[in-house]
């Protein structure tokens, strides 16, 4: 096994996770992918606490990546792509908090790419209205239920599209 590779994480919210996590085992250098709960108060949240809106976390993916093989710059332009910046507390049919958009950086490097990317897209004129995604610090991510992970996969999908 190589010792001489760096693993990173990064951590993003674009509403319903199961499509984002899909999209981001999909991109090379990524080593895995989970869907969880982050940036809200409530220890331990569940899906139907999450759901309420009231715990204050997003549904997030968790992304484990090699360095060497994919830049979190990569990473963000795959963030930008799979959801509507735009939307407060919305994407799709999917409404409340829990579906914001919003980056959770975990070192500084990561904080000034995303403010770097987020001011980049907001002024290339690709949506009409502001990006209003938040860029937060990681807090704890608490992983999702067993059956939420790879829930696409596990049913022979790969998107949630209609």
């Not at 969880?36 to 204050?56: F, L």
């Not at 994919?70 to 409404?95: A, I, K």
């Amino acid at each position: 096994m190589d010792t001489d590779i760096e693993l990173k994480l990064a951590t993003f919210g674009a509403g319903c996770f199961w499509g984002v996590e899909t999209r981001f085992r999909d991109v090379a250098g990524v080593v895995d992918a989970a869907v969880g709960y982050a940036g809200g108060a409530m220890e331990d949240p569940d899906y139907n606490s999450v759901c309420t809106g009231r715990t204050g976390h997003a549904e997030v993916v968790q992304v484990q990546y090699d360095t060497e093989k994919v830049s979190y710059e990569d990473l963000l332009t795959v963030f930008w792509s799979q959801h509507n910046p735009t939307t407060l507390n919305r994407q799709g049919p999917d409404v409340g908090s829990q579906y914001r958009s919003v980056v959770f950086y975990h070192d500084e490097d990561q904080r000034i790419s995303a403010e770097h990317s987020k001011t980049e897209l907001d002024a290339s004129g690709q949506w009409p209205a502001p990006v209003v995604t938040s860029i937060e610090a990681a807090s704890i991510f608490y992983p999702a239920e067993d059956y939420h992970q790879q829930y696409l996969a596990k049913r022979g999908l790969h998107s949630c599209s209609i």
